[in-house]
């Protein structure tokens, strides 16, 4: 006994002792504040114009360009798994499609309003989100309509945005996600939803925070939405710029968003942050957006380290920093990993 006595004698203050709070798996998941789960997850989807299509985007492991009559077959085992949202972007692939208003952006025929038609009548329990940008429609690939010197002009930009997104909403939407970062088109797009009476029932989802950068380079592979001239510094955030980051967050907020977002996700981080305290009764999503995906999946496949450890790590800061819905292209791995 006596010896018992003198090996736990501790020197020093007796919190110090933290390992037994982690020494179980079970343990470990409780030291987590929020924990994946399916319902957190959106799909990100690209649909062509070309219904049959199926062709695997180079710079994007594992996900395609589908045309209409390729989701179903696609989608059902995943709803089957437990997706629960997915968010789609439009792919004009028909040479004439492009102009400089973005006119095919709402296409009563085009690829999402048919989309989301199609989504609303085959899967009841599957909530769409659509993404609301023109550079996907445009000849010049900008998020808007254009000066003549070659800048957005906010008010035509914002016009355009928030017709399309109500065209989005008329047609089965559940939310609207506006991506252009034209100021004030948060505002544009509740009140024609208010307008058009179903504002009650239509989610806007703000792109808030989004920052410029390297990591959308898969998407405007995948998407054909390269701008054909400069870039989108003069639009999107500056990466440094943690300060204008909140500022559209608290704005975006007053402008009638119900969620906001914070893109890209794993180095903005303390964006993230920023936007659970800024907005602390909304929930925060973050993008992961398609260049993080694609350096995980080339960093795993250079051995550098497993694929599903480091996807889990990237979530779990990303739910860490405050963020409760995640919009993943990882999202099909997930449902399997988060079922075993
Ligand atoms: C369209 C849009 C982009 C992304 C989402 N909506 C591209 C861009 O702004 O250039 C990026 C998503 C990704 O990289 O996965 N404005
Ligand atoms: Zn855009």
Same mark, same amino acid.
């Given at each position: 006994a006596s010896t018992r006595a003198t090996s736990v004698?501790?020197?020093? +203050?007796?919190?110090?002792?933290?390992h037994a709070g982690y020494s179980h798996p079970l343990a470990r998941s409780w030291q987590a504040e929020r924990q994946l789960t399916k319902e957190m997850l959106i799909y990100p989807l690209f649909v062509t114009d070309n219904p049959d299509e199926e062709t695997p985007i180079p710079s994007l492991p594992n996900q395609y360009r589908r045309g209409l009559n390729r989701l179903v077959p696609f989608l059902t085992p995943l709803v089957r798994k437990g997706l629960r949202s997915v968010m789609l972007f439009g792919v004009p692939l028909?040479?004439? /499609?492009?102009?400089p208003l973005g006119?095919?952006?709402?296409?009563?025929?085009?690829p999402v309003i048919q989309a989301i038609r199609l989504l609303r009548a085959q899967f009841p329990n599957l909530y769409i989100t659509v993404d609301v940008c023109l550079c996907e429609y445009t000849s010049h690939g900008h998020c808007g309509i254009l000066c003549d010197d070659g800048s957005l002009n906010n008010t035509q930009s914002v016009e355009r945005i928030s017709d399309v997104a109500l065209a989005y909403a008329l047609a089965g939407a559940h939310c609207v996600a506006p991506s252009d970062m034209n100021d004030g088109r948060v505002r544009a797009i509740k009140l024609k939803l208010i307008e058009a009476g179903i504002s009650h029932q239509v989610l806007l989802m703000s792109y808030a925070a989004k920052f410029s950068g390297s990591l959308y380079g898969p998407f405007r592979d995948a998407a054909?939405? /390269?701008?054909?001239?400069? +870039?989108r510094k003069c639009y999107q955030l500056p990466p440094g710029g943690r300060g204008l980051a909140r500022r559209a967050i608290v704005r975006d907020v007053a402008e009638g968003a119900d969620i906001i977002m914070v893109k890209p996700a794993s180095n903005f981080l303390d964006i993230i942050s920023d936007a659970k305290e800024l907005a602390k009764d909304m929930p925060i999503a973050a993008y992961q957006v398609s260049g993080e995906y694609a350096m995980i999946h080339a960093a795993a496949k250079a051995g550098v380290f497993d694929l599903k450890e480091m996807a889990f790590e990237s979530t779990q800061g990303i739910l860490r920093a405050g963020a409760g819905i995640v919009i993943s292209y990882f999202t099909p791995d997930f449902l399997d990993w988060l079922s075993t």
């Amino acid at each position: 006994a006596s010896t018992r006595a003198t090996s736990v004698s501790i020197s020093g +203050d007796i919190s110090s002792q933290l390992h037994a709070g982690y020494s179980h798996p079970l343990a470990r998941s409780w030291q987590a504040e929020r924990q994946l789960t399916k319902e957190m997850l959106i799909y990100p989807l690209f649909v062509t114009d070309n219904p049959d299509e199926e062709t695997p985007i180079p710079s994007l492991p594992n996900q395609y360009r589908r045309g209409l009559n390729r989701l179903v077959p696609f989608l059902t085992p995943l709803v089957r798994k437990g997706l629960r949202s997915v968010m789609l972007f439009g792919v004009p692939l028909n040479p004439n /499609a492009k102009d400089p208003l973005g006119t095919a952006a709402d296409d009563p025929s085009g690829p999402v309003i048919q989309a989301i038609r199609l989504l609303r009548a085959q899967f009841p329990n599957l909530y769409i989100t659509v993404d609301v940008c023109l550079c996907e429609y445009t000849s010049h690939g900008h998020c808007g309509i254009l000066c003549d010197d070659g800048s957005l002009n906010n008010t035509q930009s914002v016009e355009r945005i928030s017709d399309v997104a109500l065209a989005y909403a008329l047609a089965g939407a559940h939310c609207v996600a506006p991506s252009d970062m034209n100021d004030g088109r948060v505002r544009a797009i509740k009140l024609k939803l208010i307008e058009a009476g179903i504002s009650h029932q239509v989610l806007l989802m703000s792109y808030a925070a989004k920052f410029s950068g390297s990591l959308y380079g898969p998407f405007r592979d995948a998407a054909g939405s /390269a701008p054909s001239f400069g +870039d989108r510094k003069c639009y999107q955030l500056p990466p440094g710029g943690r300060g204008l980051a909140r500022r559209a967050i608290v704005r975006d907020v007053a402008e009638g968003a119900d969620i906001i977002m914070v893109k890209p996700a794993s180095n903005f981080l303390d964006i993230i942050s920023d936007a659970k305290e800024l907005a602390k009764d909304m929930p925060i999503a973050a993008y992961q957006v398609s260049g993080e995906y694609a350096m995980i999946h080339a960093a795993a496949k250079a051995g550098v380290f497993d694929l599903k450890e480091m996807a889990f790590e990237s979530t779990q800061g990303i739910l860490r920093a405050g963020a409760g819905i995640v919009i993943s292209y990882f999202t099909p791995d997930f449902l399997d990993w988060l079922s075993t």
